[in-house]
């Protein structure tokens, strides 16, 4: 089936299921393990993900908006799917519909939520969320008090979590962080004096769930590790995670270009030699950088072969002259391992100007997903197909 492809990218769920397990180890029995698959899992399949880190031990899932929440739903996921953005007053009815458990921080949406809860017949799970210092979403830990004890007389919600989120967990110096989770513990502290029952108290990301334990509370919120991408470039894993994505393509062309040739729009890249082009079937319409024109590279027959000229929509040359065996349909790797050789995607990131979040989360529908499991396909999620 493979075959038939030009762009692909393959997802080894074992390889996700190992980063769970590993963070499980690490974070111990007592906290609990959100998978964060927002953004289609980074790019590499919410559901296939999504079930594979659920079998390896998670207990709840975490997204941004209500259509990731329903897209799981859709998919047969009947875990605990946490909504992390916001939710409008309108979008209650389909989160109170699909089961799903929004993030609060105006009681607009909380009473919304609450008039659909009583007209289901349940009271819908929320979390709130406090901003301890990202400046982002939340309420301010002064706004905390009052605003639970206005939703705490909504009949139709009913309060499961608080939680905040690290700006600086990924730095080497944590002073941030530790400035951030000192405000968290404190407005804790008066909520719980103030009679609040939260059952589930979370606050750390993948780097946090990592070098900052304090901060494990009852749960843990992993996302970028959960795909073995490294969670700083400031630190290493504490712990071996493994990257679960490659990105694949295939050689469309190759052709001798003679000294002088210009290769690309704009001729940014003119030959100084005869030079062995390979014709690359990816681009910037796939997701791949352009920033990557001139300075990137891929492998193809386990070597590393530069790209020269600009990245186009939907394809790039390389310089392929010291891969004389190099021939049409050659497999090439844009991330990931091939013989002794790897790109990484924070090699790819550093390129292009970026942070490997984006190299995996850019990737778009057309390029197809390929998920194995024991190193074999079990499944291939193509455009347009069901």
């Not at 030009?6 to 390889?15: G, S, V």
């Not at 921080?105 to 009473?111: C, G």
């Not at 778009?364 to 998920?371: G, I, N, S």
Request: glycine share 8%.
């Amino acid at each position: 089936m493979l075959e038939s492809f030009l762009t692909w990218a393959e997802i080894d769920l074992d390889a996700i299921a190992h980063n769970v397990r590993a963070y499980k180890r690490h974070i111990g029995e007592n906290v609990r393990y959100i998978a964060v698959v927002k953004a289609n899992a980074y790019g590499h399949g919410a559901a296939p993900v999504a079930r594979a880190a659920l079998c390896a031990g998670a207990e709840m899932l975490a997204v941004s908006r209500v259509i990731e929440g329903v897209a799981l739903r859709k998919a047969g996921i009947q875990a605990p799917i946490l909504l992390m953005g916001y939710t409008p007053p309108g979008g209650a009815e389909m989160a109170a519909e699909w089961r799903l458990t929004p993030s609060l921080m105006t009681f607009e949406t909380a009473q919304a939520l609450s008039q659909r809860g009583e007209a289901l017949g349940y009271k819908i799970p929320v979390h709130v969320k406090i901003d301890t210092g990202m400046s982002r979403y939340g309420l301010f830990p002064e706004e905390a008090h009052n605003f639970l004890n206005a939703i705490s007389g909504l009949p139709g919600i009913e309060l499961e979590g608080l939680f905040t989120h690290f700006a600086t967990a990924d730095a080497a110096d944590q002073t941030h962080a530790r400035r951030q989770l000192a405000v968290f513990e404190r407005m804790l502290g008066e909520a719980r004096q103030a009679g609040f029952h939260i059952p589930l108290i979370h606050a750390a990301n993948s780097a946090a769930a990592m070098r900052l334990p304090e901060a494990h509370f009852d749960a843990v919120r992993v996302g970028i590790g959960m795909y073995g991408l490294d969670p700083s470039s400031e630190w290493s894993p504490v712990f071996e995670i493994r990257p679960a994505l490659s990105l694949k393509s295939r050689v469309s062309r190759v052709r001798d270009l003679p000294a002088g040739a210009g290769v690309s729009y704009g001729r940014t890249y003119v030959t100084e030699r005869t030079t062995r082009a390979a014709l690359v079937s990816v681009g910037y319409g796939d997701g791949f950088h352009r920033l990557l024109s001139n300075r990137g590279a891929v492998l193809i027959r386990g070597k590393r072969a530069p790209i020269i000229g600009r990245v186009c929509m939907d394809q790039f040359v390389v310089d392929a002259s010291d891969i004389p065996q190099v021939q049409q349909d050659d497999e090439v790797v844009l991330v990931g391992k091939q013989g002794d050789a790897r790109i990484r995607a924070e090699e790819v990131a550093a390129l292009a100007e970026t942070i490997n979040y984006e190299v995996t989360t850019s990737l778009l529908a057309r390029v197809v997903r390929v998920y194995l499991e024991d190193g074999r396909v079990t499944q291939v999620e193509a455009l347009g197909q069901d």
